[in-house]
Structure formats: structure tokens, C-alpha cells
């Protein structure tokens, strides 16, 4: 169905309010029946019922607004996805704002929303461009997957401008460029104005595609930077608590939308009402969580980097961190995950995992309680290893995800754990 109503669901919120106030009130009665209720329903359904056949027929004509099938459209999902819409889109500076479109599609899982973005926008042939560090899952899909169905990918660094220019010229056809910022897991910053900027030059039907799921809508607006999509896996800091397993793709061009709802309807990689009416819930308080976390994660990366069983410390919030003046330019803040590698290797990064008590070991990440991960055994274990060699994900590489706890309490955690290298 046509996205009228999450269109308008994001004008009232579009210029007026700050970020924590559309997080709390953006979309809130999208698509919902009025009642008195203060918090929105659950609509845990497959199908829909219509007053009459005109109304079924008319609405299945996109004549009326109106729900079908939960595959092709929710009223509880529709309230997060109109939320994310004023969240992603509210920096958009055009000369007629009235008229800015965002519109959000959520997923499955975040592999569905980039598989589903890759089989929108490519047919067999097509070349495009991927960032060289990507999530372990997203690589390879468009290592193993992709190319079956005749995508060509090519690998670039988008960190390095230069490497960057030398592709596109190289394949000035490509269809889609695909990158992440910061990167999984090495905290690597892409220029995103100046990567959109370089690549447009060259091909300007190109569509570029940011995955935002480190960075959030509240640290990075790559819409705000000229990218065409923004994906995020909306497991992650979205819903923060650990509890649902989803994806999103949010787009600034109706033709996107349009394609991106004829993968919805056919593959149906649609997700279910309850886990839209948590991510909703979750959105509600992503300011308030991401600051304490971001504010956690620059004094774990600065104990981290003073301590000599570590060889070095990844965090953009780091003045040591090669690509720190663009992150302060292009983030709000520096985001809550961090990593190290370990002196020692594997056989050390294992003690340390095993001996936290805090932290859980376990993969994801952008939840409330701090999780701690081995990248080359765990997320990216499908990557070749010489793929991860070359992208510096070595053996003794530890991934944290930073939590609110306190953090004096982290803290002590690692170096208690570290004690034990």
C-alpha cells in the first residue's frame, strides 16, 4: 500500500521538535484507531477484514487506505516505521521542506533489509561497490550470494577517498554503493559527503546506501549527507534491549520505496506487529541510552589504551584514532562500541572473555548491558582468512559492546580479566 499516512505521520514532527521529543511522540498514532488508550496496540494479525467487497476491492486497487495482509502492511508496524521516518529525516535541509519524502520499510532482520535492498536495485550484470569491512553476515551475502544471481560486487575501501575515486572510475556503471560508519568491528569513519560527492561525479544514478546501525539517527543523519538509503539493524541500539530481531531501510526516493515494497510482497521479509511494538518501545529512550553509552565508551577506550596488556585501542572518540576531526565532524557523538587487540594473541583475547563476569559473551551488540565478542572466531568467522587479514581483523581482536552500567563497574570487570593473560 502507498505510505500516505507515514507521510503525514512525520510532518507535525518534521521541523518543529528535538530528537528525544520525536523519539517519545513521532508516529504514535499512525494507523491506529482513536481510543483513549496512552500506550499504542498490538495488532497480532495476519489479514484484515473489510466492511464490504467494494471496500476489499478498493483498497487491494490502492483506490482507499486501508490493511490487506500483515505481509504488506501493520498498523503496529506502521507506528515504528513513521517514528523512524522523523528520526532519520528531520535534518534534511531542501528549499521546500513541506515536500521532503522519507519513507521507512522495516524487515525481518537487518540481513533481510540489505539482501532485500540488493534485489531491488540489481539484476544479473550489475556491478557494485562494497565497502571492504563490512558485517561479518553482510559480507558474505555479497561474497557467496550475490554473485550467484549474477551481481558482481567490488571491494573498496571507502575510508581512503583515493581508493574510493579509482574504483568508481574502474566501474563507472556500478548500481549501488554499499558502506558501513563506523565500521564492523574496526571503528573505520567514512567521509560520507565526500563518498556520495565522489561517486555521483561519476555515475549520478548510482544509489548510495549507508549502514547506520553503529552510529544510530541520533549520532549520523546520512540522509542529511546526500545517501539515497540508511539501513540499520534495528536488533541493535533501535530496540536496545536484546528482545527482537529486525531491520529497516529508509529511503528519500519514492522509486526506492516502491521497489523496496515489491521485495516486501513477494519475498516477504516483513516483520511481525509484537517485535515492531517493542522496537517501538525502544525508541522511546535511544537518546538517553546511547548518550550513557557513548559516555561509558570514551572512558573504557581511555583506560584501555593506558593499559600494557593491550597493543591498541579502536574508538573514534580517541584523539589517536586516525579519522577523529571527521567523526567529531560527522557524529554527534563517538558511539558506544569499542574494540582492542590484545597482547598475547587468541590465546589471551580467550581469558579475558572467559573470566568476565559483567559482560556477556555473546555476538550483537547495542544493548543496555555491555557485551564482549572475538570477531575472527565469532561475527566475522565466515569471512576467508585472508579477507580479514587484510582488513586488520586479527586473532587477538576483542569487540565491546559498551552498556549503562556504571562505569567504574566495567571497568573493574576488564581489569580483573585481563589480570588473567
Request: aromatic share 8%; glycine share 8%; charged share 25%.
Amino acid at each position: 500500500m502507498e505510505d500516505s499516512k507515514r507521510r503525514d505521520a512525520i510532518q507535525l514532527f518534521y521541523l518543529k521538535y528535538g530528537f528525544a521529543t520525536r523519539c517519545l511522540h513521532a508516529g504514535e498514532k499512525v494507523g491506529q484507531p482513536k481510543s483513549k488508550s496512552h500506550t499504542n496496540a498490538i495488532f497480532q494479525t495476519s489479514t484484515f477484514t473489510f466492511d464490504d467487497a467494494e471496500e476489499g476491492a478498493d483498497i487491494f486497487a490502492q483506490k482507499r487506505e486501508g490493511f490487506v495482509y500483515t505481509r504488506m502492511g501493520n498498523p503496529t508496524v506502521m507506528v515504528a516505521e513513521a517514528k523512524l521516518n522523523a528520526l532519520e529525516g528531520r535534518e534534511i535541509k531542501l528549499a521546500d521542506p513541506e515536500n521532503v519524502r522519507v519513507s521507512s520499510l522495516l524487515f525481518s532482520s537487518g540481513m533481510a533489509a540489505t539482501s532485500s535492498l540488493t534485489y531491488a536495485l540489481l539484476k544479473p550484470g550489475d556491478e557494485f561497490l562494497r565497502g571492504a569491512v563490512l558485517y561479518g553476515s553482510s559480507d558474505h551475502f555479497f561474497v557467496d550470494v550475490a554473485p550467484k544471481f549474477g551481481m558482481k560486487p567490488v571491494v573498496v575501501n571507502t575510508c581512503k577517498p583515493a581508493e574510493l575515486k579509482k574504483a568508481i572510475k574502474a566501474h563507472p556503471k556500478a548500481k549501488m554503493l554499499f558502506f558501513e560508519t563506523p565500521t564492523n568491528p574496526l571503528l573505520e569513519i567514512t567521509d560520507i559527503e565526500d563518498a556520495v560527492k565522489t561517486v555521483k561525479a561519476v555515475n549520478p544514478e548510482i544509489v548510495v546506501a549507508v549502514d547506520n546501525t553503529f552510529a544510530t539517527p541520533y549520532l549520523q543523519q546520512p540522509l542529511n549527507h546526500g545517501v539515497d538509503v540508511v539501513m540499520h539493524s534495528t536488533t541493535k541500539y533501535l530496540s536496545g534491549h536484546g528482545t527482537i530481531i529486525g531491520g529497516a531501510l529508509v529511503t528519500r526516493h519514492d522509486w526506492i520505496k516502491d521497489a523496496l515494497f515489491k521485495i516486501m510482497k513477494d519475498h516477504g521479509p516483513s516483520p511481525s506487529p509484537f517485535d515492531c511494538w517493542l522496537l517501538n518501545l525502544g525508541m522511546k529512550t535511544l537518546p538517553i541510552r546511547v548518550d550513557k553509552c557513548c559516555q561509558n565508551a570514551m572512558t573504557i577506550a581511555r583506560f584501555l589504551e593506558q593499559h600494557p596488556k593491550v597493543e591498541k585501542v579502536y574508538y573514534p572518540g580517541l584523539e589517536s584514532h586516525p579519522q577523529h576531526e571527521l567523526a567529531k565532524r560527522q557524529m554527534r557523538l563517538f558511539g558506544g562500541m569499542v574494540g582492542f587487540d590484545i597482547k598475547g594473541g587468541y590465546a589471551c583475547a580467550q581469558k579475558v572473555m572467559n573470566n568476565v563476569h559483567i559482560f556477556s559473551l555473546a555476538v550483537s551488540l547495542g544493548c543496555v548491558d555491555s557485551l564482549i565478542q572475538h570477531p575472527a572466531s565469532m561475527t566475522h568467522a565466515s569471512m576467508a582468512p585472508e579477507a580479514r587479514a587484510k582488513a586488520g581483523i586479527g586473532d587477538g581482536h576483542i569487540r565491546l559492546s559498551i552498556g549503562i552500567e556504571e562505569e567504574e563497574d566495567i571497568i573493574h570487570d576488564l581489569e580483573q580479566a585481563l589480570k588473567k593473560c
